[in-house]
C-alpha cells in the first residue's frame, strides 16, 4: 500500500513536471505557427518563470531539464534585446559569461544522478568559450564530453587553429569529416589550415575539390551545409555561398603554384569552368565572379613583380570585357608624345578620341602623366594656330595666304578645339587650367557655341587676376549671345534663369568689351525680358526679373525703356489680382498700390484706380473717389459707375461732406433723385438753397420730400364751439332754475318746466346730429344726460299736497309715481347713452367728480377699437433689429438710424432730421416706417410722429404708452392702451372675442 502510494506522487509529480515543461513551451509552440518571416523569440516574463522554477525545484532530474530550458530562453531573449542597442558586442558577452557562470554553478549538482547527461553541460560550455576564443577552456570542456559528435570534433579543430595548433586542427577536422554533412565546410576549413601550413598545393585541393565534387543536392542555393556556432546549436548557411567564397579564397594559392610561362586561353577557359560550377544556374553571377577573378590576378602577379604574366591576364581581361581604359591611360602618354612629335595628326586624333569620356581621378596610375601631356598637345597647337582668329584667316584666304596655309590652320584649328574638349572631359575640375579655359571658350565663342563657352568658363578657379579679368568679359559675351540664341527658341525655365542673373544677378550689361555701350546691351535685355512675359505671363521667375529691374533701373528713369518696364510691371500686377481670391479690402489696397506705382498718364493706373474705388467698402474709398475725380475728372460724370460707386460710399458710411461734393460736382447734370439728395444735405447744413432748389424741380418727388422734411402737419387746436357754449348756458340756467315750489305752484311750474326742458334737450340734439367734432358730441351726451339726471330729481322732489287721508295720499302716490316714472327712465337712457358712448368717442374727454356719466363702455367698444389696433401690429418680430441676412436698405436703414441717433446726442437737429428723413428712404415696409417715426417723435416731441408711428405699426410699446400718459382721466382710453401694451408685452394676438371681465379688468 505505501509503494503504490509512493508511485502515485512519482507519478503525480512527473505528470505536473510534463504539464510545466509543455506550458513553458506553449509560446515555442504558438511561434511554430506564426508566418517564418516572424520568428519566435523568448519574452522576459519566460526567462523569469524559468528561473523561478529552476530555483525552487528539488528534484535534480526537473532541475536539469529546467537549466537547459533556461539557458534557451536567455539565450534568445537577451541577444534579441541586445540586437536593438547600436553596438551589440557588449551585449553578446556578457550573455555568454552569465550562461557559462550559471552552468558552472549548476554542473557539480548533476554528477551521478540517473538519466542526466553531464556532457549537454560541457557541450554548452565548450561552444561558449570557443566563441570567446578561450580555446584552452573550450577543448577541457569538449574533452569531457563521453561520446562527442562530429560537431564536437569540428569544434576542437576550430579551437586548435584558434590556438595555431594547425596540425592537431586537421586530425580533429579530419575525424568531424565523418560526417557527410559537414564534409563541404570541414574541406573549407582544412584548406585554410593548408595555407597557413603553406601547403599551397593540397590547399588549392581542397578548394577546387569543394567547388567541383561535393554533391548538389535540392534546388541550387537550398542546400545547405554547418558552418558556425550558436550557444551550442550550429547555424546553417547556404551551400553556394561556401563554394563562392573558396573561389576567392582560391587565388593566393593558385598564384603560388602557377608554373606555366604564360597565361594562355586554357587558364581562361579553366577559371570559367570554375566559376561556372559555383552558380550552375545563374549566368550573370558566373560573369561577375570569374571578372573579379581576372582583375584580382592582375593585381596579383603585379604584386609579385611577374609583370608578363599580369599582362597577359590584362589581355584576355580586355580581350573578353572590353574594358582596357587603365591600360590606354597608361600607354596614351607615350602615344600622344610620339605621334606629336612625328606630326601625325590623324593619329593623334583617334588617340584624344578614345580616351574615356569621363572624369579621372589624379591618383589613379598613369592619369597625372596623361593630364600633363594632354596639356602639352594644347600648348602644342595653340602655337600653330597663334593669335589670328576664325574670321581673319578667312579674310586673309582671299587675300594673300595659299590654300595650304588656310588648310593647315584649320586642321590645326580642329586638333586644338578636339584636344580641349577631350582635356575638360577629363579634367574638368582641374583648378590649373583657367588659361586653357579662356583659349578653348575664346574659340567656342568664335564658332558661335555660346552654352559650351558658358559651360567651360563656369568651372575656372579664378585664382589668376589678370586671366580671370579677360574670362569675366568673355563669359558676359558668351552670355549675350546665349541670350540671344535661347531667345529665338522656344523658352523654358533655364533662359529665364539665365535672363535674370543678366539683369538683376551678375548685371552683364556692365562688364567691358561687350562690342556695345552697358545701356544699348541693358535695353536689349529689357526687351527681351517684356517679349518673354508677353508669351509666359504667369512666370514667377520673368517677374521676379522684372520687379528686380524696375526696383533699381541703373540708367536714366525718363527713359521711355522705365516707362513700359513699369506698366508691364502695373499690368501682371493688376491681371494677377483680378484672378486673386483675396477679400476686396485687400483687393482694393492692391488696385491702390498699383494705381501709385504705375505712370499715371498709363490706362492701367486709372483702371487700377478705378478698381481699387470699386470693390473697396470702407471709408478710405472716398478719398480714393476724391484722387480720381482730382486725376480724371472727364471721367467721373452723373450716372457712370464711379460716380454712383463714390455717391453710394460716401451715403453708406453717412459722409455728407464728401457725398455734397460729388453731387455738387455734377450738379447740372444730375437726375431727380441725386438733386433731391443734394437738397436734403443743402437742408441739413442749414442752406437755402436746399429748398429753392426742391422747388425749382417741382415735381411730385419733390413735394413729397419738402413734406417728409417738413413734416405733417400739427393736428389742428379743437375749434371753439359758441353753439355749445350757449346751450351750456342755457342748460345751467334751466337747472339753477329747478328749485323747490309749493304744492299750490305745482300746477303752474311744472307744465312750464316741462316745456323749457324738452325745448333745450331739442336744441341739445339738433346740435348733437349737426356736430362733427367728437369732443363736443361726447359733452353733448354729458350734458344731456346731465340735465336729465337734473329733471328727473326735481321732478322727484315736488311736494305732497296736505290734509289727504291716508286712502287719498296713496292714491296720490300712485299717481304721482306714474308722472314721475318716464322722468326717470328717461334720465337712466341719458346717463347710460353717456356712460356707454362719451369716454369712447374722444379721448380728450375726462371724467369729473360728481359727474352722473360715469364711464361704462359697452365691451363690444372695446373689442371693435382692439381689434382695430391689432391689425395695424406688424409681427415680423425677428426682421428688427435684423439678422445677418439685411438686405441693402436695410443695412441703410440702419445707418441712418444710427446717424440720426448720434446727430441727436450732438444737439445736431437739423442733421438728425436729414438722417431720419432719408431713413424713409429706404424703408420698405410698415415696420420699418414705423420705427422711422418713432426716432422722429422722440425728436420732435410731435404728437403726429407717435399716431404715424403707432398707425404703421401697432405693436411698438412706446407709442401705446404715450398715448395712455395721454389718456388719463378717460377710463376707456386708458383701459383700452393698458390692454393693448399687455399683448404686446406677451406677444400675443387680441383673442376673438374679448370678454366683459376682460374689458373692465384693470391690468
Known amino acids: 500500500m505505501f509503494v503504490r502510494k509512493y508511485l502515485d506522487r512519482v507519478f503525480l509529480g512527473l505528470g505536473v513536471f510534463v504539464l510545466l515543461l509543455s506550458l513553458l513551451g506553449f509560446f515555442e509552440v504558438r511561434a511554430a505557427e506564426k508566418k517564418e518571416s516572424e520568428p519566435f523569440r523568448a519574452r522576459k516574463s519566460m526567462v ?82 570557443l566563441e570567446l576564443k578561450l580555446y584552452d577552456q573550450s ?160 593585381e596579383a602577379f603585379n604584386a609579385k613583380a611577374q609583370v608578363g604574366r599580369a599582362e597577359e591576364v590584362f589581355q584576355a581581361f580586355a580581350k573578353e570585357f572590353r574594358d582596357s581604359e587603365a591600360l590606354l591611360i597608361s600607354s596614351a602618354p607615350l602615344w600622344l608624345k610620339t605621334y606629336r612629335g612625328l606630326l601625325d595628326h590623324t593619329s593623334l586624333e583617334r588617340v584624344v578620341n578614345n580616351l574615356p569620356e569621363k572624369n579621372l581621378k589624379k591618383e589613379d596610375n598613369g592619369v597625372l602623366a596623361l593630364q600633363a601631356e594632354l596639356h602639352n598637345t594644347a600648348a602644342f597647337y595653340e602655337t600653330l594656330v597663334g593669335e589670328t582668329g576664325k574670321a581673319d584667316i578667312e579674310m586673309s584666304a582671299k587675300n594673300s595666304l595659299t590654300a595650304d596655309s588656310v588648310a593647315d590652320f584649320h586642321r590645326a584649328r580642329k586638333l586644338l578645339m578636339v584636344v580641349y574638349f577631350k582635356y575638360f572631359q577629363i579634367f574638368s575640375t582641374d583648378p590649373d587650367s583657367d588659361p586653357l579655359r579662356v583659349n578653348f571658350a575664346k574659340l567656342l565663342f568664335e564658332d558661335g557655341d555660346a552654352i559650351q563657352c558658358l559651360s567651360l568658363l563656369s568651372g575656372r578657379s579664378k585664382n589668376d587676376v589678370e586671366v580671370e579679368k579677360v574670362a569675366a568679359n568673355l563669359e558676359a559675351r558668351c552670355e549675350l549671345k546665349e541670350l540671344d540664341q535661347l531667345y529665338a527658341k522656344p523658352h523654358h525655365d533655364e533662359f529665364y534663369t539665365k535672363l535674370h542673373s543678366a539683369l538683376a544677378g551678375k548685371k552683364i550689361y556692365q562688364q567691358k568689351d561687350l562690342g556695345v555701350n552697358p545701356e544699348q546691351a541693358f ?130 458710411h453717412l459722409d455728407i461732406d464728401h457725398q455734397y461734393r460729388f453731387l455738387k460736382n455734377q450738379e447740372k447734370a444730375l437726375d431727380e433723385r441725386d438733386t433731391i439728395r443734394l437738397a436734403y444735405i443743402e437742408l441739413a447744413r442749414s442752406r437755402p438753397e436746399g429748398m429753392q432748389r426742391l422747388r425749382r424741380l417741382n415735381t411730385e418727388l419733390a413735394k413729397r420730400a419738402m413734406a417728409s422734411w417738413e413734416g405733417p402737419a400739427a393736428r389742428p ?188 446726442e450732438k444737439k445736431d437737429w437739423l442733421l438728425t432730421r436729414y438722417f431720419l428723413v432719408r431713413a424713409l428712404d429706404f424703408a420698405e415696409n410698415n415696420r420699418e416706417k414705423a420705427h422711422v417715426y418713432l426716432q422722429l417723435a422722440r425728436m420732435r416731441k410731435s404728437e403726429e410722429y407717435w399716431l404715424m408711428a403707432a398707425q404703421l405699426d401697432g405693436n411698438l410699446p412706446e407709442p401705446v404708452e404715450h398715448f395712455l400718459e395721454q389718456a388719463k382721466g378717460n377710463p376707456f382710453y386708458e383701459r383700452l392702451y393698458k390692454i393693448a401694451l399687455d399683448y404686446i408685452r406677451k406677444g400675443e394676438q387680441v383673442s376673438d372675442k374679448h370678454g366683459s371681465s376682460m374689458a373692465q379688468r384693470n391690468p
Not at 199 to 214: G, H, K, N, P, Q
Not at 870 to 881: D, L, V
Request: charged share 30%; hydrophobic share 35%; with cysteine.
Open 717 to 904: 387746436e379743437r375749434r371753439e364751439s359758441k353753439q355749445f357754449e350757449k346751450l351750456q348756458e342755457n342748460t345751467l340756467e334751466f337747472v339753477r332754475a329747478l328749485k323747490p315750489i309749493g304744492v299750490q305752484q305745482i300746477a303752474k311750474m311744472v307744465p312750464q318746466t316741462v316745456k323749457d326742458f324738452h325745448w333745450i334737450d331739442r336744441i341739445w340734439l339738433k346740435y348733437y346730429q349737426s356736430e362733427s367734432e367728437p369732443y363736443y358730441l361726447a359733452r353733448t351726451l354729458e350734458r344731456r344726460a346731465f340735465m336729465a339726471a337734473k329733471m328727473r330729481d326735481w321732478m322727484k322732489a315736488l311736494p305732497e299736497p296736505k290734509g289727504l287721508s291716508k286712502e287719498e295720499l296713496e292714491e296720490y302716490r300712485k299717481k304721482a309715481e306714474e308722472v314721475v316714472k318716464p322722468w326717470d327712465e328717461r334720465a337712466a337712457i341719458a346717463i347710460k347713452d353717456c356712460e356707454e358712448t362719451a369716454y369712447v368717442l374722444s379721448v380728450d374727454y375726462k371724467e369729473k367728480e360728481g359727474t352722473v356719466c360715469k364711464e361704462n363702455s359697452k365691451p363690444t367698444f372695446l373689442q371693435e377699437h382692439l381689434d382695430r389696433w391689432n391689425k395695424t401690429r406688424q409681427w415680423a418680430q425677428k426682421t428688427w433689429p435684423w439678422g445677418k441676412d439685411k438686405n441693402e436698405n436695410q443695412v441703410l436703414l440702419e445707418k441712418f438710424l444710427e446717424g440720426g441717433k448720434a446727430a441727436s
Open 523 to 652: 535695353e536689349s535685355l529689357g526687351r527681351m525680358l517684356m517679349g518673354s512675359l508677353q508669351k509666359n505671363m504667369q512666370s514667377q521667375k520673368l517677374r521676379e526679373t522684372l520687379k528686380a529691374v524696375v526696383e533699381s533701373y541703373p540708367f536714366a528713369k525718363t527713359a521711355s525703356l522705365f516707362r513700359e518696364l513699369q506698366i508691364v510691371q502695373a499690368e501682371l500686377r493688376f491681371e494677377d489680382l483680378v484672378a486673386s481670391t483675396a477679400g476686396s479690402d485687400q483687393k482694393a489696397d492692391g488696385f491702390f498700390e498699383i494705381h501709385q506705382k504705375a505712370p499715371p498718364s498709363a490706362n492701367v493706373a486709372k483702371k487700377a484706380l478705378l478698381n481699387s474705388v470699386m470693390i473697396d467698402v470702407r471709408p478710405a474709398a472716398l478719398d480714393r473717389c476724391d484722387k480720381f475725380i482730382q486725376i480724371y475728372p472727364e471721367e467721373f460724370r452723373a450716372g457712370n459707375e464711379v460716380f454712383k460707386r463714390c455717391v453710394g460710399l460716401s451715403e453708406n
Open 48 to 129: 523569469d518563470t524559468a528561473e523561478r522554477l529552476m530555483t525552487s525545484e528539488p528534484n535534480p532530474y526537473k532541475k536539469f531539464q529546467l537549466l537547459l530550458r533556461w539557458i534557451k530562453y536567455k539565450e534568445e531573449y537577451e541577444q534579441d534585446q541586445a540586437l536593438k542597442t547600436a553596438n551589440p558586442e557588449p551585449g553578446f558577452r556578457k550573455l555568454k559569461d552569465e550562461i557559462i557562470l550559471r552552468i558552472q554553478q549548476e554542473i557539480a549538482r548533476f554528477d551521478g544522478i540517473k538519466n542526466v547527461d553531464p556532457s549537454v553541460l560541457h557541450r554548452e560550455l565548450g561552444y561558449r568559450y
Open 139 to 298: 577543448q577541457t570542456h569538449f574533452f569531457k564530453i563521453l561520446n562527442r559528435l562530429p560537431d564536437d570534433e569540428m569544434a576542437i579543430g576550430d579551437g586548435m587553429m584558434g590556438s595555431s595548433q594547425v596540425m592537431l586542427a586537421l586530425e580533429f577536422y579530419d575525424k568531424a569529416a565523418k560526417d557527410a554533412k559537414l564534409r563541404p565546410v570541414i574541406m573549407y576549413k582544412r584548406a585554410w589550415a593548408y595555407m597557413q601550413l603553406a601547403r599551397f598545393a593540397d590547399s588549392l585541393r581542397e578548394f577546387d575539390t569543394l567547388i567541383s565534387e561535393v554533391e548538389i543536392k535540392g534546388k541550387p542555393g537550398q542546400e545547405l551545409t554547418q558552418e558556425t556556432y550558436d550557444g551550442g546549436r550550429t547555424q546553417a548557411r547556404p551551400l553556394t555561398k561556401l563554394r563562392e567564397e573558396a573561389y576567392r579564397d582560391r587565388l593566393r594559392p593558385y598564384v603560388e603554384t602557377f608554373s606555366s610561362p604564360n597565361f594562355i586561353e586554357q587558364h581562361v577557359q579553366e577559371l570559367k569552368t570554375l566559376a561556372a560550377k559555383v552558380f550552375p544556374e545563374d549566368k550573370n553571377a558566373q560573369v561577375k565572379i570569374y571578372a573579379e577573378n581576372l582583375k584580382s590576378l592582375v
